[in-house]
């Protein structure tokens, strides 16, 4: 009986030290970043999970219900903060991240998710308006969190475009579902209707207190899903409905925008842990195929090359001010690089 409740104590002991030891470092990213990549997945995966990192468009002073697109950012100006950072926002009446002037008749828009809106970033430090600084065009961001190809191009409809020069679209794998459901229904995209964003405005701005024990249970049901994920691939797996990149491509082609005349330039940006499949997958089908000459000479860009893990926000995953520089940069080099 005296081993069993010895080896019981010891077990007990050991979970209360890992859960304080994720607590101490979630709250200290500053000693966290020093740690294996283990650890840091492990945090971080905790920090976004566990509800401590909150959903910019789904909290009220953020975002509003928008019938064409689902939601956008609340015009006005609003603070939106993580345990790395404190930035002011502020929006127009598009409900994008941009001054008022821009929407007049822009030659160089942005589109993307998080990663362009300069989620973690002040104004001045996001890569579009980095680009405005050097090229002396007038650039107009159209970013808004988790929008997919789909809906970036519904939201280019709303802008003047006879001036437009360049489309920069910054690409994520969540962008896969919203490309997916639009060419399933017939090239139309049922967006969220006002009653679900009011529920999950609710859920996002609800309380989200740390209490002990919340990331050992966090990390059981996580492995508890990876385990199903895995007996799931082993039993019936079944194949992807459609690549990506011919996903991107229907977007763009059947969006309805007319982007005759517009260079494109498109990346790949999926947070800390790179990758360059989507790149080097729409790369391959660029060179194969009849495509428009707008999509033909399409720029792919690899980040992948430029971008190291120090260029994102150990907790949020997020571009730091330094990884938006390197991403103006390498878009400038290949503005300039051919007219």
Known sequence: MIPF???????????????AAYRFLACRPDLLKKCP??????????????????????????????????????????????????????????????????????????????????????????????????????????????????????????????????????????????????RKNGNRLKVMGEESFSRLTAYHSRPNPYFFGKYLWLKAQKRVDEWGARLRKRTSAPPPEADEADLFLHALRHGGVDLSGVRIITFEMNGRHQSNTFTTLLREKLRTGSWPEEIRSMDVLDMTEHLEDRHFYILDDHLKREGHAIVARVVLETMRSKK
């Not at 019981?8 to 030290?17: E, G, I, P, Q, R």
């Not at 828009?109 to 973690?120: K, N």
Request: aromatic share 12%; charged share 25%.
């Open 37 to 182: 990549q283990g650890i840091i997945n492990s945090v971080g995966h905790l920090y976004v999970q566990g509800g401590e990192r909150r959903v910019m468009q789904f909290l009220p002073n953020c975002g509003r219900h928008d019938t064409d697109l689902g939601y956008t950012l609340k015009p006005g100006t609003f603070t939106y903060s993580g345990r790395e950072f404190s930035n002011r926002y502020e929006i127009n009446s598009l409900g994008v991240r941009d001054d008022e002037e821009s929407l007049e008749a822009p030659e160089i828009v942005v589109a993307g998710d998080s990663f362009a809106v300069g989620w973690g970033v002040d104004r001045e430090d996001m890569f579009s308006q980095i680009l405005e600084r050097e090229t002396g065009l007038d650039v107009l961001n159209t970013a808004i969190p988790s929008y997919g190809t789909v809906r970036e191009m519904m939201i280019l409809r709303k802008i003047p475009r006879e001036r437009m020069k360049f489309l920069i679209i910054q690409y994520c794998h969540d962008d896969y579902d919203e490309n997916l459901r639009f």
């Open 5 to 19: 409740l010895a080896a019981a104590a010891a077990v007990f002991f050991v979970l209360v030290f890992i859960e």
